[in-house]
């Protein structure tokens, strides 16, 4: 009986023991996430880096070698991202002087009536030769049409499987719909339609929320294509499983055929994740070279 109730004591002590151990590093788990999603909250809704890019492109036109082209990709205002964060990237983007600015896609989550407001400072971005848009798959989640109506009131201008000039017939600005589109009762991406009847000498430049689409635009004779989507990863060593639903694309400048692709991390978050780590976001300043 005397072994059995010293057996039980020892039990008992061990189990507490454990129990202790357990709390301990159960409240260092719950710090370390607190810390880690600060750290995340902060690093996503700071104001984005800019990152430069130079990027050799074929069929460059000599009066177009050295063009500039600002990328603002994923927005996403919403509860987090309101006006004055859009304001002050306007202000960082047109502190670049570039050429064209083109904005690729999910803009927003919310309807017009309530962030329509917040995307107003996008209508003092100042370009060259214009700004462009796509949507994203979050545009057809928050009102497509009205959205479509809204953004040209910015100066803002959607190519919805269009092209347009931006530097004369140097430059072949190119944009599509969103895959999502299909899904939603919506015109799906067409690069054919996009680019029909464009100027067969100039760049061409394809603008496309998702990069899913790079190996087929390559295959249509695009020289560059920019698209976001992806946030980068959001956080290090997240990119390698967000790239395996991406076509093995998540951040930064890929080579695809004879056309080069650049898939931004984006200017924003998504308050659906928003947390940034290791994975900044940015305003992306391309400047296209000869060969």
Not at 23 to 48: E, F, K
Not at 163 to 188: N, S
Not at 224 to 249: C, K, P, W, Y
């Amino acid at each position: 009986a005397l072994y059995l109730l010293v057996l039980l004591c020892l039990r008992k002590s061990r189990t507490e023991r454990f129990r202790i151990i357990g709390n301990r590093v159960n409240v260092v788990l719950l710090v370390l996430s607190a810390v880690l999603a600060t750290v995340g909250m902060i690093g996503g809704t700071r104001v984005p880096q800019v990152r430069e890019e130079t990027i050799v492109v074929n069929r460059l036109p000599e009066e177009a070698d050295g063009l500039t082209v600002a990328v603002l990709a994923d927005l996403h205002v919403d509860g987090i991202t309101r006006e004055d964060r859009v304001r002050k990237i306007v202000e960082r983007t047109n502190a670049l002087n570039p050429d064209i600015v083109v904005i690729a896609g999910d803009f927003v989550d919310g309807t017009v009536p309530v962030h329509g407001g917040d995307l107003r400072p996008l209508a003092d971005l100042k370009a060259r030769y214009g700004v462009f848009g796509v949507p994203g798959n979050h545009e057809y989640y928050s009102g497509y049409e009205e959205w479509m109506e809204f953004l040209p009131t910015l100066g803002i201008r959607m190519l919805l499987n269009e092209h347009a000039p931006a530097g004369g017939e140097a430059v072949v600005l190119a944009g599509v719909t969103d895959p999502v589109a299909g899904i939603m009762g919506k015109e799906e991406p067409d690069i054919s339609k996009a680019l029909k009847g464009a100027p067969e000498k100039g760049v061409r430049i394809l603008v496309s929320h998702q990069p899913r689409l790079a190996r087929e635009a390559a295959a249509y004779g695009v020289d560059l294509q920019v698209s976001g989507h992806t946030h980068g990863g959001m956080i290090a060593g997240m990119d390698r499983l967000v790239a395996r639903f991406n076509e093995g694309f998540v951040s930064g400048l890929y080579t695809v055929g004879n056309m080069k692709l650049y898939v931004s991390n984006g200017a924003g978050i998504w308050n659906g994740f928003p947390i940034r780590i290791g994975v900044p976001s940015e305003i992306v300043l391309i400047r296209l070279r000869k060969e």
